[in-house]
């Protein structure tokens, strides 16, 4: 019998990440397509903004304060042109967001204007030449705008095309392939024979990718036999970055992708010290990554959760689950050498042991509020003392 040595959930998520890292390849985009990509290069401003001094609001420009009067032109400076020669003895309305025109620096806003008789009336204490935007106020030339391994949001998709930004540098979409094993199993929208069940896992594995920028495809159900499974990644091995599995990944001899994967690729851990979730495989082949998880649809949650998300989403960009510290309203034993999650329901700020027991169950997961954590080196959940949960998406 062969003996594995099983690592912590922490090794497990520092391997991930560490890999993570290798799988970035960069690629040029139209920044209107680049919604939700992380920039895979740090951006500056190629210009000031404003690039002109600017009014802040409407109101009058005059030349100078030594006047007690100024004419008021009939022309209106506005917004997106340039004024030359102008005559420094008038004052002239200006729109808000329109360049000052030159040898014009001081500013009068329109509600502390007084006019008589077509002439604007200076009292110097009514210049606010601090509704003046200067050049650069907002945003100065060469300041960076996006760093790089920043996630690009709306808002700073806006901020890149504000100063003319045509294209980004992201990081290009992992081409994710997404596959169930086992030969009971069958598509959900098929007709089912007592004998089959329902795939659910592919289902559940593609919505919980759906919110990272990925290329996902769903490969379909591969027989649980040697040579199918051979065929299936010789032939898939140039074609994706990833390829997420599950069922076929445990310790029985008759599970053929462990068989294949620790006989053809690279095994980068293998089986890990939790429950659910134990008999999980991060696998290299060439230049492609692979996950195995188990057929138990919670493991496979947890699985997800934990440890795929790090190795697509590093850095914490898209992911969207929080711990969050309650008390236990129960008592349990554990292995002390085991990191658990139990499904629990949340009431008055403290959580409760769903009372379905068995990991397969999906029922208890749809009945619970999310997962307590129970880390290695503790051996006993003791009601009132408080521990991590990670709650489920609504």
Excluded: C, W
């Amino acid at each position: 019998m062969t003996h594995f040595k099983l690592i912590s959930l922490k090794k497990a998520i520092q391997l991930a990440i560490l890999h993570s890292n290798r799988t970035n390849k960069s690629s040029e985009i139209d920044l209107a397509n680049s919604l939700n990509f992380v920039s895979s290069k740090e951006i500056r401003s190629p210009i000031n903004l404003p690039e002109l001094d600017s009014a802040g609001l409407d109101g009058f420009i005059i030349s100078n304060n030594k006047s007690s009067k100024f004419p008021v032109s009939l022309k209106i400076i506005e917004t997106g042109k340039v004024y030359k020669n102008l005559n420094i003895k008038y004052a002239y309305r200006i729109n808000t967001g329109a360049s000052i025109p030159r040898n014009f620096k001081n500013f009068i806003s329109l509600e502390n204007a007084f006019i008589e008789n077509e002439y604007l009336i200076l009292s110097k204490s009514k210049i606010s030449n601090k509704d003046i935007k200067k050049k650069g106020e907002d945003l100065k030339k060469k300041q960076i705008l996006i760093k790089k391994n920043q996630k690009i949001n709306f808002i700073k998709l806006a901020l890149l095309a504000s100063v003319g930004i045509k294209k980004t540098h992201i990081y290009s979409p992992l081409k994710v392939g997404v596959i169930s094993t086992g030969n009971e199993l069958i598509d959900y929208k098929k007709k089912k024979k007592d004998f089959q069940t329902f795939d659910s896992n592919k289902l559940q594995i593609i919505n919980f990718l759906k919110k990272y920028p990925i290329q996902i495809e769903d490969l379909g159900i591969l027989k649980d036999n040697f040579k199918d499974v051979e065929k299936f990644y010789r032939t898939k091995n140039s074609k994706y970055d990833l390829i997420i599995s599950s069922g076929g990944s445990s310790f029985s001899s008759g599970d053929h992708t462990s068989s294949y994967l620790i006989k053809n690729t690279k095994i980068l851990f293998q089986y890990l010290r939790i429950q659910p979730g134990r008999p999980i495989i991060f696998a290299k082949q060439k230049r492609q990554y692979i996950f195995s998880l188990p057929g138990n649809p919670l493991a496979v949650m947890v699985n997800l959760k934990l440890i795929i998300s790090k190795f697509i989403d590093p850095n914490n960009l898209y992911t969207n689950f929080k711990f969050e510290n309650f008390k236990s309203g129960f008592n349990t034993n554990k292995k002390f050498n085991i990191t658990k999650f139990i499904r629990v329901k949340i009431k008055d700020k403290t959580a409760y042991e769903h009372n379905s027991r068995g990991s397969a169950k999906l029922i208890s997961t749809a009945q619970s509020d999310g997962f307590m954590i129970v880390e290695e080196g503790i051996s006993k959940v003791v009601k009132g003392r408080s521990y991590p949960v990670i709650k489920f998406e609504i």
